[in-house]
């Protein structure tokens, strides 16, 4: 009976130590086409937010909602900026990027990279229709969230039913805005 137990223990630990070392291997031979993956959807998203893009060099970044800040210089000159910006929705933190553009103090796109957001209503923002309204908005004026059509440059319409991540993203373009415009607007970098 005991050579029984040690019989299969030896046969589970066997299989444990081949299962071990199957997925070991298998993670060594995918970390790199995943970094490589990761890496792709990044620039992928840097264009996305702007699209005159150059060569990037990272800025400090201030802290609070600001969690990364690249310039973009293209042929020698700065053309742009891009902000990735954390701020709290409904669901927790959004996690997205905004991009700006020097030579005319704009909005050049958004893209949200990660939340927890409510399927259906806050989840809503990563949709292309609803971040396309931030594109050319001017950087002079503070945006503001509005459930109506917007009738001036700085309103954004508010997804239906998500206000709260609606806010959430126009709070942090606005103190990535606020912190651009104090720092790089016009030259001043």
Sequence with gaps: MKNIFVKFT????LTCGISVAF???ANEVTKGIIAAKQE???KAAYR???PQLGDLTKEKSPGGLIADIEQSKKDG????????VEPTGYGGKVTFM???STPDNKITGIKVLSHSETPGLGARSTEPEWQQQFKGKPLKDALVVTKQTPSKDNEIRAITAATITSRAVVTGINEAREHYMKNYANGKD
Excluded: E
């Excluded at 000159?77 to 990735?84: E, L, M, S, W």
């Design 10 to 13: 030896g046969i589970l630990a």
């Design 23 to 25: 997925v070991a291997g």
């Design 40 to 42: 792709a959807d990044v």
């Design 48 to 50: 996305d937010v702007l």
């Design 77 to 84: 000159k700065v053309n742009g900026y891009i902000y990735t």
């Design 98 to 100: 905004v991009g700006f």
